[in-house]
């Protein structure tokens, strides 16, 4: 209980104090709560935008590292390929030198099936026309060097199929090779494209994260404002509830002790036969209930 009126006006001032630090804490706190949020969203938003990044990142990367498999596989393929090429130039030449050396010990240099027309004829003249024998006989011995210089020309043809398949194969085998290696290109290319754009998409994830720094720290500190805030507010609060109560007992006090005086009056006018007014016949009838 508070006895003394000097210290009821002080904590009254008190109270009339702590209800305007009340209106300012919670104005503060709403302020300070609000831009929490803001940033937390800002900071949401942005984690979000890191994960969204993460995960194209990884997908560039499982793409990548695909294509650098197929690239490995595909160099293995195109260096068999390029051994097969190297090994198909050499059987070619070697089929080409066959061929000029056997073109080099031929005496005719001819078509071979005007060499075979030519003994066809002479052989259905030999079969079909009566003639003197020793024409028969100089006939016969020129069909016999036709036949010697049409087997040479033939073994000549063989060669020349020989080379013309070579001349194939290796044709085939470097054309393998060369879309081999435009492939090993193609991948390689592809897999630098997807490097790249990770490489686009780190640097995006740095940069978010390095503007993510002064939101995070401003966030931090907020929070711990928000915090102190708060127990201030809290603080208040409970004083002014607790100065409540105490200025509420002393008006109740105030109110019988006055009440009392009141009613001594309205005794003191009875004794003396005065007249009681309407307020002296209620403040006596208040004492008595």
Known sequence: MVENSSEIRELRQ????????????????????AEKETIFHQLKSSGQKVKSLAASMK???????????????????????????????????????KRDEIQSELEYKGNPRALKHEIEVLERKIETEVMPFSKEQQLRKRVKELQA????????GEVWKEVNTSSADFSETRRQAEESHHSVQEKAQEAQQRHE??????????????????????????????????????EAAARVEELRKILHEDDERSFTQK??????EVREKIKKGKKLSTEDILAFQALKE
């Open 197 to 234: 754009k990770m490489t686009s998409l780190l640097q995006e994830i740095k940069k978010l994260r390095a503007e993510e720094k002064p939101q995070a720290d401003k966030y931090t500190q907020l929070k711990e404002e928000v915090a102190q805030t708060k127990k201030k507010l809290d």
């Open 259 to 264: 009440a009392q005086e009141r009613t001594m």
């Open 149 to 156: 210089r049409y087997k040479e020309a033939t073994k000549l």
């Open 14 to 33: 008190e109270f009339e104090q702590k209800k305007k630090e009340i209106f300012q804490l919670r104005s503060a706190l709403t302020a300070l709560s």
């Open 59 to 97: 997908a560039l990367k499982d793409e990548r590292d695909a294509l650098t498999k197929q690239v490995q596989e595909l160099k293995g393929e195109r260096a068999k390929l390029n051994s097969a090429v190297k090994e198909k130039a050499s059987e070619k030449k070697k089929v080409e030198e």
